[in-house]
């Protein structure tokens, strides 16, 4: 049975929502992505609370994967790590060799319309789907469980869709993963007041949003170019 359990997502992908509801599980450690400050520091993107951000993570990649060993050294029990797959670039993977992987996906339109209200220069590269397919490819080699799972078909009824996730992690399902108490937590990262007031607000998981009309302009453009990559991670998600 996996003790760790690497999380790779976009951005707007209810991402937070389940590190929370994986977090409920006895024993279990939530990391809030681990690589966010390398993923700056590289890119030198002006993200909300940025330099607020660096003062408080690792800003090296070797340093975050450190991290990421001492606490797999330190703690016995279970752990979830939720990174998006876009700070990954460039990051060293060696540290997961042995995790459980799960990529959740969504359908671009609704990541795009999302970031876009709070990064409304959003462009492929923000959203991480090109290198969700990358990534899905490097890990292949790796030993654990490996699944995809469309995040808005875990919603349709998380109550009958979560037991088949955790038994193709090879992890038994816990009711209180379905629920999680409303506010902060202590694990969430720093950049937490930005990003996760609407995720503090929720007790539970919500119904999925509709597919919405038809982005325009520049929006549109980004979501054309991003749907190929959905589609073809679609193609091997789990069945749900």
Known sequence: MPRIIHAISGPRNISTALLYAFSQRSGCVGVDE????????????DHPGRAEILAAVPRKPEDSAEAMRRLFASHPGEIYMKNMAHHMVDMPWDWAS?????????????????????????NLDDI???????QWAQIQGFTAP????????????????????????????????????????????????????????STGFGP?????????????????????????????????
């Open 34 to 45: 681990p690589f966010y400050g390398p993923f700056l520091e590289r890119t030198g993107l």
């Open 98 to 122: 042995e995790a459980a992987h799960i990529f959740w996906i969504r359908h671009p339109r609704k990541v795009i319309r999302s970031f876009a209200k709070v990064w409304p220069q959003v």
């Open 128 to 134: 991480g789907i090109q290198e969700q397919v990358a």
């Open 146 to 201: 490996k699944i995809l799972v469309d995040s808005d078909e875990m919603l349709a009824n998380p109550a009958e869709t979560f037991p088949k996730i955790c038994a193709a992690l090879g992890i038994p399902f816990h009711a209180e993963m379905l629920q999680w108490p409303a506010g902060p937590k202590p694990y969430d990262g720093p950049w937490w007041p930005h990003w996760y007031s609407q995720v503090h607000a």
């Open 208 to 240: 999925a949003n509709d597919l919405g009309e038809p982005l325009t302009g520049r929006y549109a453009e980004v979501e054309a170019e991003a749907l190929p990559y959905y589609e073809t991670l679609y193609s091997h998600r789990l069945a749900l």
